[in-house]
């Protein structure tokens, strides 16, 4: 018989802090989630855990939210396995002490990046001061030595950075083979200072001499000696994708050793994504709230675009353990569904919600929707209708 393959959604109704212990310690890859933001509402998270918030050095509200918040990264971090990574999405009202918060519980030096997302390009236009546009993710790995985060993404990779093509079509460009970096040098990295023998009538590159050759060792703009950034074996390896070429430089035409760059090379192109993310790359507020009423209606107020969690999916490998313990309205779940239906991937998705009873009179609770759970419920079972993946369920 065909092996079933794995429902891509799990939800479980319930306190983050009683159904985290309840997971495997080491089995999530990848946490992404929007916790309260604190803008002054009252928590639906009560910390059983601790009864000295008054001593916290946190003043009023701020005391509370990071009472209520460290019993929870401590159980994230938990059952985080060693190569995983933690991404939280904040404003400014708690993103200082969020900050030193997950510094605490992970690590300072496990810090990945603090990123700035673009989610209102309009700006908040009511009450006093600046129009603000931003929120930010903050991002930890469990250890930071074998944290599987590549913060690079395919997506991202612009062609148009690759303007020269071989006659055959394929598209590149050229970067210098001379490290431009100075900190590497024939002092720091003595390996890598040696004669090259290039012929810039052929383009030819080799690590001995041939006809027409002429030998070439590594210099910095200024004439000061460099390195290159391949070694012998590796030169002798891709002979093909170096080429000998004259140049004009500061001093006039010179003949140097370039690398042909391939936009389309062997396991993907990638390249290093910015720390600033803009609404029209990974969508807003309100494209996000779009999203949600497609599904099961306007019944939530500010939920995160997919296109923020997918980009931050494509930082990790496609068969990831998920986790989202403050699952909102299931944005989490929905991109993942997205992702494995786009890519042919097998990721999972463990989300968690609270069955705070949504607030008397909004457009949840005229939906019939009595708690928060049930809204991320109805999005993740519309999910598995509309996308593909199935839904697993439970209470408690």
């Not at 309260?36 to 918030?53: L, S």
């Not at 990779?157 to 093509?165: I, S």
């Not at 760059?261 to 192109?269: C, K, Q, T, V």
Request: glycine share 8%; charged share 25%; hydrophobic share 40%.
């Amino acid at each position: 018989m065909p092996e079933t393959p794995p429902v891509w959604n799990t939800f479980h109704a319930g306190d983050n802090l009683d159904v985290l212990p309840r997971l495997e310690p080491g089995s999530v890859d990848l946490v992404y989630t929007d916790p309260p933001y604190n803008t002054g509402n009252d928590f639906a998270y009560a910390d059983r855990f601790r009864d000295d918030a008054h001593a916290d050095p946190y003043a009023g509200r701020h005391a509370a939210w990071t009472a209520m918040m460290r019993p929870r990264l401590e159980a994230v971090r938990e059952v985080l396995a060693p190569h995983g990574a933690v991404f939280m999405s904040i404003d400014d009202n708690e993103a200082a002490h969020l900050r030193l918060l997950m510094d605490e519980v992970f690590g300072e030096a496990n810090f990945l990046a603090q990123i700035v997302v673009n989610l209102n390009p309009k700006g908040r236009q009511l009450g006093r001061g600046f129009a603000t546009s931003h929120e930010y993710v903050l991002a930890y790995a469990r250890n930071l030595s074998s944290c599987a985060v590549d913060g690079s993404s395919t997506a991202s990779v612009d062609e148009a950075d690759f303007p020269l093509r071989t006659p055959d079509g394929r598209r590149f460009r050229y970067l210098p083979l001379r490290n431009t970096n100075k900190k590497f040098n024939p002092v720091s990295a003595p390996t890598l200072h040696f004669a090259l023998h290039g012929d810039p009538v052929t383009g030819r590159v080799a690590t001995t001499e041939f006809p027409g050759s002429q030998a070439l060792t590594p210099v910095f703009g200024d004439g000061r000696p460099a390195v290159w950034r391949w070694s012998r074996p590796r030169v002798d390896e891709r002979p093909d994708d170096l080429e000998c070429r004259v140049i004009r430089g500061r001093t006039g035409a010179r003949v140097d050793i370039f690398q042909r760059d391939w936009l389309h090379r062997e396991g993907g192109r990638r390249k290093k994504l910015r720390t600033i993310w803009l609404a029209e790359e990974i969508g807003s507020t309100d494209t996000a709230v779009a999203e949600l009423k497609a599904l099961v209606g306007h019944v939530f107020e500010s939920p995160k675009p997919t296109g923020l969690v997918r980009r931050i999916l494509e930082t990790v490998p496609r068969d990831v353990v998920v986790l989202d313990p403050f699952a909102g309205s299931g944005t989490t779940g929905h991109a993942v569904a997205l992702a494995n239906a786009a890519d042919g991937g097998t990721r999972r998705c463990i989300s968690i919600n609270s069955t705070e009873p949504t607030r008397e009179g909004s457009n949840a609770r005229l939906a019939g929707l009595a708690t928060v759970a049930d809204i991320t419920r109805a999005r993740l079972a519309a999910v598995a209708e509309c996308v593909g993946g199935g839904l697993e369920t439970s209470v408690g």
